[in-house]
């Protein structure tokens, strides 16, 4: 990418992600471009849509909560390590108003740029919970899909609920009391 381009594309996400904090994931693309001094051209020469602008500012997150996986398949309590990633999901999709909504529209076969965010989120997840099935702490026929779209679903009611700040972790607990096993 030339310097200019790089520039463009930096101050791009910059924008966007300040647009996403103030005015939640549906910003206005234009106004992204005029913060960033751009056109809306050359917002989607650099980022075709919506999606794939949300995937690139979504990104540093995303290799957070993978990073944090990983760490956490070596803790010794494996549902207690899926418990902790999930509180660490929720706290994620509920960073941008829209992005709750945003994440659960995205299914597995999805080709976007967002889909391609969220598959390795979803094999990060799926090692955990499969640790903690293998542990006998989770019921075997939890899917992966369920489960992220229920932490997606709290993150959004959270999110409708502002003046509420528990109301993710109780419905979380909630959520959590029907996975072990009968």
């Known amino acids: ?40 051209g050359t917002l989607y020469r650099h980022f075709p849509n919506r999606q794939a602008l949300l995937s690139a500012v979504f990104e540093d997150g995303v290799a957070e909560l993978l990073a944090r996986a990983h760490e956490l398949r070596r803790a010794p309590e494996p549902c207690a390590a899926l418990v902790t990633w999930l509180r660490e999901m929720v706290a ?3 960073e941008y108003r829209g ?46 899909g369920d489960l992220l779209q229920l932490t997606h679903a709290i993150a959004l009611a959270a999110e409708e609920t502002p003046g509420d700040p528990g109301l993710a972790d109780r419905l979380l607990v909630l959520t959590l009391r029907g996975l072990k096993p009968a």
């Open 99 to 144: 992005l709750a909504r945003a994440l659960m529209s995205v299914s597995p076969d999805d080709t976007s740029a967002l889909a391609r965010c969220s598959a390795p989120i979803r094999e990060a997840a799926t090692a955990l919970l499969t640790r903690a099935q293998q542990a006998g702490a989770v019921r075997e026929d939890v899917a992966i």
């Open 1 to 40: 990418m030339r310097a200019d381009a790089r520039r463009n594309h930096e101050r791009l996400l910059t924008e966007a992600r300040a647009a996403f904090a103030e005015h939640g994931t549906e910003a206005s693309l234009e106004d992204v471009a005029r913060r960033a001094g751009v056109g809306i």
């Open 92 to 94: 994620h999709a509920s």
